[in-house]
């Protein structure tokens, strides 16, 4: 029988639809999913806390040093989402946690919308940067 993870999530607007397919695979796999509204829940539930093995945090909760050695058997972290600014990688690398992301396809779609929209604004700053150039040489000429 495959082993049953204690999985603690907390909850972010941005991102409830990735935890709640996430929590809905986790589930159905047989893992015990405990999902807490923000983090005063979480501190408040020390028996899950202290029996943890995985965090499923958002990129805005703040993962410090404190919360990663409460639990004595964690082994993971995952932000469901770009970027590890908010939890302490050092702390997580001196007590053996593995740190990572999940590739959301809005991450990427959302990347590829701002680039595209990015060189449309550029192109056009080139054209009325050109445009005003031909129109200051044209004046100059006799």
Known sequence: MPEVLKI?????????????AAETAMRGSGHEVM????SAALWADK??????????????FPCTRELL??????RAVVVPAIGTETIDVPAATELGIII????TPENVESMAESTVLLMLALLSAMNRSSIATLAMLAATMP
């Not at 028996?47 to 805005?60: G, P």
């Not at 050695?69 to 964690?74: D, E, F, G």
């Not at 990572?100 to 590739?103: D, F, I, L, T």
């Open 8 to 20: 603690l999530m907390v909850e972010d607007v941005q991102v409830s639809q990735v935890l709640d």
């Open 35 to 38: 999902r807490y509204r923000d």
């Open 47 to 60: 028996a899950a806390l202290a029996q943890a093995e995985i965090f499923v945090f958002s990129s805005n």
């Open 69 to 74: 050695s409460t639990p004595q058997r964690l």
């Open 100 to 103: 990572a992301n999940g590739a």
